[in-house]
T-cell receptor, first 110, second 111 residues
């Protein structure tokens, strides 16, 4: 039973446009949500996070939105760049451990 | 200078063998983890150690035994390897509950 799900395995976007990656969760007790980025043959690297008491956090081109009533969060990348092409994992924090979704592979085409 | 390093990067072995994956972090973090990325691409936590003490032990077969000789090292030993153990195993460390730093993964293939 997966508590964190990313239902889109892949997303293709044109360079300069907005990329929107989505994530759904089932456990209302999660207190922190994070996005990680992963390149092939590398480990995931931290991108951006949001506390459950907030609904938006912005860092440069990256913005994470949290909708607690819908148990949904999204990552917006504006403008998208070819270097953003990677697998993006959504994660939720509970009791000292991170629970990850299955990732969405983003491809940004020039 | 690699922050979280795990070896080997690739491991191909026969069913029934025993193998170990090593992990070391030089970040001064107090907590280390092992995650498994299965065929469906989910990253699932297996174990967590804080200052050499086991604090998280998910439902993992007891063929998997983590060992933490000190807080900078967390090794994973797997006995009697099975086909279903084939996966990518990631080591990670953190200071407190957030700010995970991952290693680059070990791709284990059991044949």
């Amino acid at each position: 039973d997966q508590q964190v799900k990313q239902n889109s395995p892949s997303l293709s976007v044109q360079e300069g446009r907005i990329s929107i990656l989505n994530c759904d969760y089932t456990n209302s007790m999660f207190d922190y949500f994070l996005w990680y980025k992963k390149y092939p043959a590398e480990g995931p690297t931290f991108l951006i996070s949001i506390s459950s008491i907030k609904d938006k956090n912005e860092d440069g081109r990256f913005t994470v939105f949290l909708n607690k009533s819908a148990k949904h969060l999204s990552l917006h990348i504006v403008p998208s760049q070819p270097g953003d092409s990677a697998v993006y994992f959504c994660a939720a924090s509970q009791g000292g451990k991170l629970i990850f979704g299955q990732g969405t592979e983003l491809s940004v085409k020039p | 200078d690699t922050a979280v390093s795990q070896t080997p990067k690739y491991l191909v072995t026969q069913m029934g063998n025993d193998k170990s994956i090593k992990c070391e972090q030089n970040l001064g973090h107090d907590t280390m983890y092992w995650y498994k990325q299965d065929s469906k691409k989910f990253l699932k936590i297996m174990f967590s150690y804080n200052n050499k003490e086991l604090i998280i032990n998910e439902t993992v077969p007891n063929r998997f035994s983590p060992k933490s000789p000190d807080k900078a090292h967390l090794n994973l030993h797997i006995n009697s390897l099975e086909l279903g153990d084939s996966a990518v195993y990631f080591c990670a460390s953190s200071l407190g509950n957030l700010g995970y730093t991952f290693g680059s993964g070990t791709r284990l293939t059991v044949v």
